[in-house]
């Protein structure tokens, strides 16, 4: 592991730790202020593993000065941080927190904001949850006297006590179940927590006046374990559901403000960009986004336009070309003509799409809800029928209700509420243990459903970051003097290039970085200049545009860099996982041809679809869809994020733009691919175990029921047969943690650090 | 049965103090990091857990 291995701490590493690390406004944007100057970060740390992680990372975080309090929480992988807005007068940077977390080896990320929203509730079910459990165990103390043969006095007294402890309770932890089932029927509706309000309603009222008039009967115990178990699978079940997501404001964060607009007398303004009219001219410095689509006018720079196409190197542009909204500006100052309005950019667009494939996700039912459907109303039929045969039979309307009561508590979907949750629960943590983070609890159901997997290329497939391929074949001097070039630059081939040399001797001279051409020194020596083609030997010739770099001295080729991403490891072998699986393949990235091509004939897929539009990616989702398949789209990009948004369910890695994080059901923490398959294989199983549990569930309906119709249902026999078919489904559920060591064990090799794989290798 | 009179109060206050106690370490975020709990039992460091 990467934690326990304190990396080479060279300049170089540290200089690199700040690669890929969420922006200082992102950090203040979603940190909470807590009054008092002070704010809290939470990241998300996936590496963190043991007490030694713990002490590390504590220690690196507290010792520095802007640091209140740091502590990392190991069961979420998350470290929180609270900091002080300002430090001697100068306003803390958040960016330097995560670089500390980065600089000790571990990989962090951002986590979405509002991810902690349903705590609140979280800790009033667990309350509700040991009330519960307190009464239940004490009436169940008190009842057992009674079924051993307490009598007269003395078991009124017990029901008398039992009575005191149940109403409270029922007040107390049945809230939760009187609340959404009031509100479900002055709807119209009905859910589970209908049938389940009744009978605990109906069983206390009996059982008090059974109480009152001495009976022998009374089903206190049934009633608050009832809700004990209810309370369990809610609990769990809440802890299941999905999160809030906020993936269209993040976006929205993207697109700028405002920008710079040039009058025809070149006097300058800013304005908001509604305001921008097509036709009108605006100036863009290096470093900011570009407000609306437009033409260069004047300049040259490199985009990152991994907004549009996902490809993380960035283009160069130059006169004439059009920039899309939305992109990064990175090298050079830029005069653009606007030729669209800002409603009509590329990133409203965006926008626009996943609030149209909101939809399509939101009509998924939860298999419990489906099933509560079907359940309820079935329910309160039996018991009505149970009660009006009795009337028929006998006419004993205290002994018709009575039955009638034993059914209503007896079928009470004790084990069906915790059939789904618990399964659920499990799943999520053997799939956490081995990296992969689920959002929501449908999203297995979801999951285990799909046929196809369509895959983002760059940063999905390939890691999204390019790397040296010819390191052998060039001289090491050549490779430190390129390097010593390189480190001037923050483009991710240079970057690429000073990974692979490992030291960087420092080069005497003028440097200048020039805008989408390269990096120029002027030493004693000569001009040793590192770029494209163009640049670096003044043929502009055959320049095959990104993927190499050449350094040259006065215009002589001393260097010739070749790139190429890599793929993400394992990436081969899960996609031949995925066929066994039987699953159906295939890429939609928004690259060129060539470049897709060769990487699908490199995993081994046969099907792909190049130069994509965000839009052409949801297209592609929903003509799968309308052919009756259920896919899983895998991507990372801002450009997936529709898509993402669009497909049956979706997976992100964690290094994905924070929209895409945002966008997807599942996001998996480590490098390796393998977390695809793994994820399918356990929301499959866990799909399995639902469909036992529930098979498990009827079919102690089918025995019990009889039983309480009939008449024979006391007290007892109900309490063995609840408590006996809930522990059933739960240990049932408990299967899927020894069925998927398998699985698990392979994810965890695939957990190779990124800092101990070799530099420079394709 | 006169023993009861006790016996059953005891046993009330008994399990009462066992929930009052369970909601107490709830609410001071003792639940928060189980795993990490267990690791910090190594740890020289004076480390507390932080309220929410």
Same mark, same amino acid.
């Given at each position: 592991m990467s934690c326990c291995a304190p990396g080479t701490e060279m300049a170089l590493e540290i200089d690199r730790a700040g690669q890929g690390l969420p922006t200082s406004e992102e950090l203040w944007l979603t940190s909470r202020s807590l009054g008092g100057g002070l704010r809290q970060t939470d990241l998300s740390v996936p590496g963190v593993h043991c007490g030694a992680c713990i002490t590390t990372l504590e220690g690196a975080l507290k010792a520095r000065p802007e640091v209140d309090r740091a502590r990392v929480n190991l069961s979420s992988r998350r470290v929180s941080i609270v900091w002080k807005e300002e430090l001697d007068g100068t306003r803390t940077d958040p960016r330097e927190l995560a670089r500390a977390i980065r600089a000790r080896g571990y990989?962090?990320?951002?986590?979405?904001?509002?991810?902690?929203?349903?705590?609140?509730?979280?800790?009033?079910?667990?309350?509700?949850?040991?009330?519960?459990?307190?009464?239940?165990?004490?009436?169940?103390?008190?009842?057992?006297?009674?079924?051993?043969?307490?009598?007269?006095? %003395?078991?009124?007294?017990?029901?008398?006590?039992?009575?005191?402890?149940?109403?409270?309770?029922?007040?107390?932890?049945?809230?939760?179940?009187?609340?959404?089932?009031?509100?479900?029927?002055?709807?119209?509706? @009905?859910?589970m927590d209908v049938p389940i309000a009744l009978a605990i309603t109906l069983s206390f009222s009996i059982s008090l006046y059974e109480t009152i008039t001495h009976g022998?009967?009374?089903?206190?115990?049934? %009633?608050?374990?009832?809700?004990?178990?209810?309370?369990?699978?809610?609990?769990?079940?809440?802890?299941?559901?999905?999160?809030?997501?906020?993936?269209?404001?993040?976006?929205?964060?993207?697109?700028?403000?405002?920008?710079?607009?040039?009058?025809?007398?070149?006097?300058?303004?800013?304005? =908001?960009?509604?305001?921008?009219?097509?036709?009108?001219?605006?100036?863009?410095?290096?470093?900011?986004?570009?407000?609306?689509?437009?033409?260069?006018?004047?300049? *040259?720079?490199?985009?990152?336009?991994?907004?549009?196409?996902?490809?993380?190197?960035?283009?160069?542009?130059?006169?004439?070309?059009?920039?899309?909204?939305?992109?990064?500006?990175?090298?050079?100052?830029?005069?653009?003509?606007?030729?669209?309005?800002?409603?009509?950019?590329?990133?409203?667009?965006?926008?626009?799409?996943?609030?149209?494939?909101?939809?399509?996700?939101?009509?998924?039912?939860?298999?419990?809800?489906?099933?509560?459907?079907?359940?309820?109303?079935?329910?309160?039929?039996?018991?009505?029928?149970?009660?009006?045969?009795?009337?028929?039979?006998?006419?004993?309307?205290?002994? *018709?209700?009575?039955?009638?009561? *034993?059914?209503?508590?007896?079928?009470? =979907?004790?084990?069906?509420?915790?059939?789904?949750?618990?399964?659920?629960?499990?799943?999520?943590?053997?799939?956490?243990?081995?990296?992969?983070?689920?959002?929501?609890?449908?999203?297995?159901?979801?999951?285990?459903?799909?046929? %196809?997997?369509?895959?983002?290329?760059?940063? %999905?497939?390939?890691?999204?970051?390019?790397?040296?391929?010819?390191?052998?074949?060039?001289?090491?001097? @050549?490779?430190?003097?390129?390097?010593?070039?390189?480190?001037?630059?923050?483009?991710?081939?240079?970057?690429?290039?000073?990974?692979?040399?490992?030291?960087?001797?420092?080069?005497?001279?003028?440097?200048?970085?020039?805008?989408?051409?390269?990096?120029?020194?002027? @030493?004693?020596?000569?001009?040793?200049?590192?770029?494209?083609?163009?640049?670096a030997c003044g043929d502009a010739g055959e320049a095959s545009g990104q993927s190499e770099v050449i350094l040259s001295l006065d215009g002589r080729e001393l260097g010739h860099f070749r790139f190429e991403d890599r793929l993400r490891p394992f990436a081969r072998e899960s996609i031949d996982e995925l066929g066994h699986l039987g699953l159906s393949t295939g890429i939609l990235s928004g690259d060129r041809e060539p470049v897709v091509a060769a990487l699908a004939r490199r995993v081994g897929i046969e099907r792909f679809k190049a130069e994509l539009t965000p839009r052409g990616k949801v297209d592609e989702c929903a003509l799968a869809a309308e052919g009756g398949h259920r896919v899983l789209m895998v991507g990372d990009g801002i450009n997936d994020a529709p898509a993402l948004r669009a497909a049956h369910v979706s997976m992100a890695p964690a290094t994905a733009a924070d929209v895409g994080r945002q966008a997807a059901d599942f996001v998996f923490l480590h490098q390796g691919l393998n977390a695809v398959p793994m994820a399918i294989d356990t929301s499959r199983r866990a799909g399995r175990l639902i469909r036992q549990n529930f098979a498990l569930a009827i079919g102690y309906n089918v025995i019990a029921v009889p039983i309480a119709i009939l008449g024979y249902a006391t007290p007892l026999i109900a309490a063995v047969a609840m408590s006996t078919s809930s522990v059933i489904v739960v240990a049932n559920a408990l299967r899927l943690r020894a069925a998927t060591g398998n699985v698990a064990e392979k994810a965890r090799d695939g957990q190779a650090p990124a800092s101990l794989r070799p530099l420079g290798s394709a | 049965m006169n023993t009861l009179i006790y016996l059953i109060p005891i046993a009330l206050f008994l399990g009462g103090i066992g929930l009052v106690a369970f909601l107490w370490a709830l609410k001071s975020g003792q639940y928060e990091d189980l795993e990490g709990a267990a690791w910090r039992v190594l740890d020289d460091g004076d480390g507390k857990p932080e309220k929410k």
């Open positions: 990989e962090t990320h951002l986590f979405a904001p509002g991810e902690e929203d349903g705590d609140q509730t979280l800790k009033k079910l667990v309350r509700a949850v040991a009330v519960a459990g307190f009464a239940s165990a004490n009436i169940m103390l008190l009842s057992v006297s009674v079924w051993s043969g307490a009598e007269a006095a %003395t078991r009124d007294l017990f029901h008398w006590i039992s009575a005191l402890i149940a109403a409270p309770t029922l007040i107390y932890a049945g809230r939760f179940f009187y609340a959404s089932a009031w509100n479900a029927l002055k709807h119209g509706r @009905t859910n022998t009967h009374a089903w206190f115990d049934g %009633t608050v374990m009832l809700l004990f178990f209810l309370l369990i699978g809610r609990t769990l079940d809440h802890m299941m559901r999905g999160r809030a997501r906020s993936a269209i404001s993040s976006l929205a964060r993207l697109s700028p403000r405002g920008a710079m607009v040039l009058d025809a007398e070149g006097g300058r303004e800013y304005r =908001p960009v509604d305001e921008i009219r097509p036709g009108e001219k605006l100036a863009i410095s290096a470093g900011e986004r570009v407000p609306v689509d437009g033409l260069i006018l004047v300049g *040259a720079s490199d985009l990152d336009r991994s907004i549009v196409n996902g490809e993380s190197a960035p283009a160069p542009v130059r006169v004439g070309d059009t920039v899309e909204a939305g992109t990064l500006n990175l090298t050079g100052p830029l005069t653009i003509e606007a030729t669209a309005a800002a409603r009509d950019s590329l990133l409203a667009e965006i926008m626009g799409l996943m609030e149209a494939a909101e939809g399509g996700r939101a009509r998924y039912r939860r298999i419990a809800d489906r099933a509560a459907q079907y359940y309820s109303p079935a329910v309160h039929l039996l018991a009505l029928v149970s009660f009006i045969g009795w009337m028929f039979v006998n006419g004993d309307f205290h002994h *018709a209700m009575l039955v009638a009561v *034993a059914v209503l508590i007896i079928t009470c =979907p004790c084990a069906l509420g915790l059939a789904v949750p618990v399964v659920q629960v499990i799943a999520a943590g053997r799939l956490f243990q081995n990296g992969v983070m689920v959002k929501d609890g449908s999203a297995m159901e979801r999951l285990a459903e799909i046929d %196809t997997v369509l895959l983002d290329k760059t940063g %999905t497939l390939t890691v999204g970051e390019p790397r040296l391929v010819n390191g052998q074949e060039i001289q090491p001097s @050549t490779l430190a003097t390129a390097a010593g070039l390189a480190v001037h630059s923050r483009h991710p081939l240079a970057m690429a290039i000073h990974d692979a040399a490992k030291i960087a001797p420092v080069i005497a001279g003028e440097i200048r970085e020039i805008p989408g051409a390269g990096i120029e020194a002027s @030493t004693d020596s000569g001009i040793y200049r590192l770029g494209s083609r163009a640049f | -």
